[in-house]
């Protein structure tokens, strides 16, 4: 079972700043199946990125998704105030696996 | 617009049995698998359990196989989870999400608000 670990576990910044999030894997996987979620307190998680790369609907170009095999990672690179939640990377190969999640705050 | 609307939920006892539902709409209910995630209190997602466009595949997280079932109505365009044996460990926000892409599963798109199953005596 592949074992999704995400860094750091708490990220302090403020407004305006750029902010990097890393999600890294047991082991290589298939790109086609890497998205990252947002999740603020007491809402449903929502899609950021699918296919490690491309941005959900109305996802705005200042989150950017990269890497490949067993590296990846979510790029914010201006943060707005609604930025600040908590964000989860997750794979899907025979089953879902969610990272354990990075809290994003000011 | 898409939704998924969910019911059911509450405070049960250990051992007991519920049920949810979550309706969808604004979408081709029958194109897409469904799934079940939950967020026990204070803590990260957690995949359940997934059935596939038709109904005919069904996929349970090792930690509820056998006691936890998954279904669809394609009358309704409803998915439930129908929950059995519940455990102190259970106790979570369910939410339930719908699978992209079409015909498949890889990602969640779009999540329903969320209930919360309290299991505790």
């Known amino acids: 079972e592949i074992v999704l670990t995400q860094s750091p576990g708490t990220l302090s910044l403020s407004p305006g700043e750029r902010a990097t999030l890393s999600c890294r894997a047991s082991?290589?996987?298939?790109?086609?199946?890497l998205a990252w979620y947002q999740q603020t307190p007491g809402q449903a998680p929502r899609l950021l990125i699918y296919?490690?790369?491309t941005r959900a609907t109305g996802i705005p170009d200042r989150f950017i998704g990269r890497g490949s095999g067993t590296d990846f990672t979510l790029t914010i690179s201006r943060l707005e105030p609604e930025d600040f939640a908590v964000y989860y990377c997750?794979?899907?190969?025979?089953?879902?696996?969610f990272g354990q999640g990075t809290k994003l705050e000011i | 617009e898409v939704q998924l609307v969910q019911s059911g939920g509450g405070l049960v006892q250990p051992g007991g049995s519920l049920r949810l539902s979550c309706a969808a709409s604004g979408f081709i209910f029958s194109s897409y698998s469904m799934s079940w995630v939950r967020q026990a209190p204070g803590k990260g997602l957690e995949w359940v359990s997934t059935?596939?466009?038709?109904?005919?595949?069904?996929y349970y997280a090792d930690s509820v196989r056998g006691r936890f079932a998954i279904s669809r109505d394609s009358s309704s365009n409803t998915v439930s989870l129908q929950m059995s044996s519940l455990r102190a460990e259970d106790t979570a926000v369910y939410f339930c999400?719908?699978?992209?892409?079409?015909?498949?599963?890889?990602?969640?798109?779009?999540w329903g608000q969320g209930t919360l199953v309290t299991v505790s005596s």
């Open positions: 997750q794979h899907y190969g025979t089953s879902y696996t």
């Open positions: 059935i596939s466009n038709s109904g005919a595949m069904k």
């Open positions: 999400a719908k699978d992209s892409p079409k015909y498949s599963s890889g990602w969640f798109d779009f």
């Open positions: 082991q290589g996987v298939t790109s086609t199946y």
């Open positions: 296919g490690a790369f």
